[in-house]
């Protein structure tokens, strides 16, 4: 989806550097969200935000920080990557004040941490 | 704990067919599921949900199932085209849970 872009969306970079992944959304959706896809496996929540105030952690955000600068825009940093950080990390968005929750989600970003 | 799994890893139908891919729940309390769709190289995409109080629901040539009794949820693909190729995701949520439970996906390959 176009309205949620992710910075890079690839990526290399070596055990013990520190990186930061980018999320912006136009959608105006309250509700950010950041997780992690491995290969064969299904989505797994690292950390969600449901406004610019509030950070929660998912169930893998050991070794992760995230940001919330603005309504807008949610940042996922790697402290210290390590090799098993290598995964697909997708952004998603919702909106909040509605029934049910459907999230939108970003194109991804491929890290290779070597 | 509560968990999202998927029967089949892989599914090959022939164009044309229906496809029937499959997701069972293990949380009495779900109330919320969605089907999402993920193309090669793209984010998931949302398909359909359905809600607890209801047992079917469809869209455009999908068709959700649910079946509280046993825990199940399926989704009907009508005449599958090639462009429905990609893995599908089910996942769930129930009221007062802040993010969703997603299963580990099927890949479909529709055969020409």
């Not at chain 1, 919330?68 to 309504?71: N, P, T, V, Y």
């Not at chain 2, 949380?27 to 779900?30: E, L, Q």
């Not at chain 2, 005449?79 to 190729?85: F, I, K, Y």
């Given at each position: 989806d176009a309205d949620v872009t992710q910075t890079p969306r690839n990526r290399i970079t070596k055990t013990g550097k520190r990186i930061m992944l980018e999320c912006s959304q136009t959608?105006?959706?309250?509700r950010m969200y950041w997780y992690r896809q491995d290969p064969g496996l299904g989505l797994r929540l690292i950390y969600y935000s449901f406004d610019v105030k509030d950070i929660n952690k998912g169930e893998i955000s050991d070794g992760y920080s995230v940001s919330?600068?603005?309504?807008a825009k949610f940042s996922l940093s790697l402290e210290s990557a390590i090799p098993n950080q290598t995964a697909l990390y997708f952004c998603a968005t919702a909106a909040s004040g509605v029934p049910v929750e459907t999230q939108y989600f970003g194109p991804g970003t491929r890290l290779l941490v070597l | 704990g509560e968990s999202v799994g998927l029967h089949l890893p892989t599914l090959s139908v022939q164009e044309g067919d229906n496809s029937i891919i499959n997701c069972a729940y293990s949380?009495?309390?779900?109330d919320y599921f969605i089907w999402y769709k993920q193309e090669s190289g793209k984010g998931p995409q949302f398909i359909i949900d359905i809600r607890s109080n209801m047992d079917k629901r469809q869209g455009q040539r999908v068709t959700v199932l649910l079946n509280k009794t046993v825990k199940h949820l399926s989704l009907q693909i009508a005449?599958?085209?090639?462009?429905?190729?990609a893995v599908y995701f089910c996942a769930e949520n129930h009221t007062g849970r802040r993010a969703l439970t997603f299963g580990s996906g099927t890949r479909l390959q529709v055969q020409p």
């Open positions: 959608k105006g959706h309250d919330r600068q603005a309504q | 949380n009495s309390a779900s005449a599958t085209q090639p462009g429905d190729s």
